[in-house]
């Protein structure tokens, strides 16, 4: 074969390097996902998260996913395994002594539709991949996140960052109207959008409870990660749920893993220097530290002493 100008050759030489061996499973292999195109939960009035591939998407049957990260961790430890020969007990050993990259061999993707002020918080996880909404090339639609008259949150007076009860009725109803007045500017949005605005510019006029959506695809140990941070107690209601519905869908993918978590990470709880201190001793905790207070006390009632 000739040699392109570019110096490049389009076909190698050497014939050898040219063929591969082709390896059946020893088992039959089955879809993790039974043959769907997707698995998708509605979440809010216009949200939704759909899991929509999953790497390995097929494994031998009678194994989940979780079967890669086993296989991913026998080629790094080696002999080193072969006392934990049992799968269920060489993830969960993985996972509690965060002995992370085997669960990086695992691959989730997603699409969804949210908030853009719950997009803002999410965005902020950096080791996904996310392709999005283009608003500059295509119109927003007409959706807006608008909580129920029943669920209007008040602010926290212990937390700054966070909500805690409702407030009173008319003060909701006066909440909604104003978000109802934010939603009313999309009507001149498409007006103006169609006499030439650039969609660019348009777009700055739309509250941030307009939705938009994206492809995400991440990898096990960092979806973990997000899952922990975005499933807690101190993260908004409004991203938590997307949260939970993520692990609901990928819980039937990776059981072991998600069993794991759950024990180890999801409901576990770390305790500081000072606190094994009081532990121990029995003395209240060796701070004057308001916050810090708090939370032992926090821990001290879920542990029930
Ligand atoms: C309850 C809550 C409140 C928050 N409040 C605020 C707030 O008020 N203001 C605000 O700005 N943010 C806030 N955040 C966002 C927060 O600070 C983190 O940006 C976000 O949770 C992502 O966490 P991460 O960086 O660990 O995750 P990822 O970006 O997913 O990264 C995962 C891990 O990869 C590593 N990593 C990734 N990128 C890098 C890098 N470039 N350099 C070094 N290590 C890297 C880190 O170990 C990191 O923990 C809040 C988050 C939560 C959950």
Redesign the pocket.
Known sequence: MATPPFGVAVESADKSQQSFERIDPETPLVDVMGGAARWQRKVHEHGFVALVDAMPRLVPQGKTADFAIVQAARVSYGQGTKHINEDRGLVRYLLRHRHTTPFEMVEFKFHMAMPIFIAR?WI?????NVNEYSARYSIVPDRFYRPSLESVRQQSSSNR?GGEGVVEADTAEKFLALLEKAESNYREYLELSEKGVARELARVALPVSVYTEWYWKCDLH?LL??LS??M?A???EEIRVYASAMFDLIREIVPVTCEAFADYQLKSMRLTRLEIEAVRSGLPLGTDNKRELAEWEAKRAQLGL
Not at 124 to 128: C, G, K, V
């Open positions: 918080q902020r996880h950096r080791t996904a960052q960092n990660h997000f941070l975005r807690d101190h993260a908004q």
